[in-house]
Nanobody, 120 residues
């Protein structure tokens, strides 16, 4: 089992920055893909950014050039650096670890979410 705990959310003005952290415990996530998702009120959860165990990254078009996903396997922690924040980035942000158990079988672990509010 893996427990994920996000932190670093809060209220920030447009144009500001935040750094979200996702601390994992229970087992190492170094071999897992990690993703950051967000869900705004009345909207579906969407993938914001992800990174594979090998360090490849992927971003939603809406955050490219502004957000950076990273991980520290030694600390068993993932990060999402968010710069140039916009009001439309306001959402609850969730951390995800995607573990391949065997071909065709995977488990997803989720954190409890952290609120990010971008407002003046």
């Amino acid at each position: 089992q893996v427990q994920l705990v996000e932190s670093g959310g809060g209220l920030v003005q447009p144009g500001g920055s935040l750094r979200l952290s996702c601390a994992a415990s229970g087992s190492s996530i170094s071999d897992d893909a990690m993703g950051w998702y967000r869900q705004a009120p009345g909207k579906q959860r969407e993938l914001v950014a992800s990174t594979t165990s090998g360090g490849s990254t992927n971003y939603a078009d809406s955050v490219k050039g502004r957000f950076t996903v990273s991980r520290d396997n030694a600390e068993n922690t993932g990060y999402l650096q968010m710069n140039s924040l916009k009001p439309e980035d306001t959402a609850i942000y969730y951390c995800n670890a995607h573990r391949i158990m065997r071909p065709g079988v995977a488990i997803d672990y989720w954190g409890q979410g952290t609120q990010v509010t971008v407002s003046s």
